[in-house]
T-cell receptor, first 116, second 114 residues
Framework: GENVEQHPSTLSVQEGDSAVIKCTYS??????FPWYKQELGKRPQLIIDIRSNVGEKKDQRIAVTLNKTAKHFSLHITETQPEDSAVYFC???????????????FGKGITLSVRP | EAGVTQFPSHSVIEKGQTVTLRCDPISGHDNLYWYRRVMGKEIKFLLH????????ESGMPNNRFLAERTGGTYSTLKVQPAELEDSGVYFCASSPSGGTGEQYFGPGTRLTVT
């Protein structure tokens, strides 16, 4: 089955610095790659996603890059702020052409701490 | 638009007891998913409904877990009898058919079995 791994498991950065979280997956058929953010005590929320027909996507301070050959995708957060502190999960659909209606296989999550 | 809601938010029960969790998806979402996160570990898939039908139940741990979605609206997940290893946060998510792929999560139910 699909195996999704995240590195590192914890990350601490100084406010204003950049943070990069990497995720690897095993299913070469996967073509949808979301990142979810879960703040303490709150629900996981999608913050950015990418499909396999593009290599990079940006949304303000957040970007995701995809390397299909190496089967990894990374979350980049620039100019980090204390409110970026949360657990970040990468995920991949089990199989499905569009990813719209399939279950997600999640990584273990990474706890990002932004020091003021 | 109201988001996905779950009830209760917390539940503490003794080993051997029964607990029923409820999820109300976003109105009109045909797809409903149950996930579980045991402390410190990944969010693991349990079950996927499309309307009232079970599309995929490959993640259900054993026959102590029973999920239903009568009428294709809200869903319940019953654990009977509960065991210590069932403790964790149970998330429900929903998505529309033909959507972008985003799954909208509920706030979760924290289940503690003592």
């Amino acid at each position: 089955g699909e195996n999704v791994e995240q590195h590192p498991s914890t990350l601490s950065v100084q406010e204003g610095d950049s943070a990069v979280i990497k995720c690897t997956y095993s299913d070469s058929a996967s073509n949808y790659f979301p990142w979810y953010k879960q703040e303490l005590g709150k629900r996981p929320q999608l913050i950015i996603d990418i499909r396999s027909n593009v290599g990079e996507k940006k949304d303000q301070r957040i970007a995701v890059t995809l390397n299909k050959t190496a089967k990894h995708f990374s979350l980049h957060i620039t100019e980090t702020q204390p409110e970026d502190s949360a657990v970040y999960f990468c995920a991949s659909p089990r199989y499905n052409y569009t990813g719209a209606n399939s279950k997600l296989t999640f990584g273990k999550g990474i706890t990002l701490s932004v020091r003021p | 638009e109201a988001g996905v809601t779950q009830f209760p938010s917390h539940s503490v029960i003794e080993k051997g007891q029964t607990v029923t969790l409820r999820c109300d998806p976003i109105s009109g979402h045909d797809n409903l998913y149950w996930y579980r996160r045991v402390m410190g570990k990944e969010i693991k898939f349990l079950l996927h409904f499309v309307k009232e039908s079970k599309q995929d139940e490959s993640g259900m741990p054993n026959n102590r877990f029973l999920a239903e979605r009568t009428g294709g609206t809200y869903s319940t997940l019953k654990v009977q009898p509960a065991e210590l290893e069932d403790s964790g946060v149970y998330f429900c998510a929903s998505s529309p058919s033909g959507g972008t792929g985003e799954q909208y999560f509920g706030p979760g139910t924290r289940l503690t079995v003592t």
